[in-house]
């Protein structure tokens, strides 16, 4: 059984409520059912049977203590076990976050054992392999919407650093890192090549796409060898008139 130092009620007090025996009441969790005798723990509590099971009604004041207090002052005052009241709870909609373990936190937080342990635990966040570690649990997950927005309001108009510049450079490198021939510079040599040559045997003699020579061409100036505009059209006529 829990500590009692660890199990105080913070929101009772929780009576005991007048019944009869054979009485039919109406339980949380399992519905009607019928009084058949008193729990032996600290707190007395009519005992309900339905369909042959016998466990505490979960009624009056019991319910208010669900809600409000921790799993371990209710299993310490009535008595039941861990797993009655999950299923409590679960019937209840309870969030298991509640406002005693809340106000549990706090007080162990407040108190001198408590302080001791969050000193401790604030100098073990500041090591290295703490940071470490937690960095590994985080790499590679997005981050949430709202950690970003917050992220962003807290940089917004300040210069980053040059060591954090360069690893910003590092990282965004090897993530839009292209393949070797994409790479490659341009030489000399290739730029007196593709504008002599046609597209295709400059792509094929340079080792490159047909795309980066085009794209080269363009940046060079060359003029296109194909017809456009009014030009292109009296080609395709007279092309038009020769099959005639």
Known sequence: MPHPASAKLR?????????KYRERVLDEARGQVRIVGTSDGRIAWPIGVRRGSRAVVLYSSLVSAVRRETAIAVRYWWGVSAFLIKKWRRA???????????????????????????????????????????AATKRGKPRSLHVAQMLRKLQLGKR?????????????????????????????????IVPKLSPSAAAKMTRRTLRAVMSRRSVLKVPSSR???ASARRELGRAGHARR
């Not at 909609?93 to 604030?122: D, H, Q, S, T």
């Not at 040059?162 to 490198?173: E, I, Q, W």
């Open 92 to 134: 209840l909609r309870v969030n298991p976050e509640n406002e005693g373990r809340i106000a549990r936190r706090r007080e162990f937080g407040l108190c001198k054992a408590g302080m001791k342990r969050v000193k401790a635990m604030l100098r073990a966040a500041q090591l290295p392999a703490t940071h470490a570690k937690i």
């Open 11 to 19: 929101f009772g007090p929780y009576p005991t409520p007048r019944y």
């Open 160 to 192: 980053h650093s040059a060591a954090t510049r360069r690893k910003m450079s590092r990282s965004h490198k090897l993530q839009w890192k292209r393949s070797p021939i994409a790479e490659r510079r341009w030489q000399p040599w290739e730029d007196v």
């Open 227 to 229: 017809p456009r505009g």
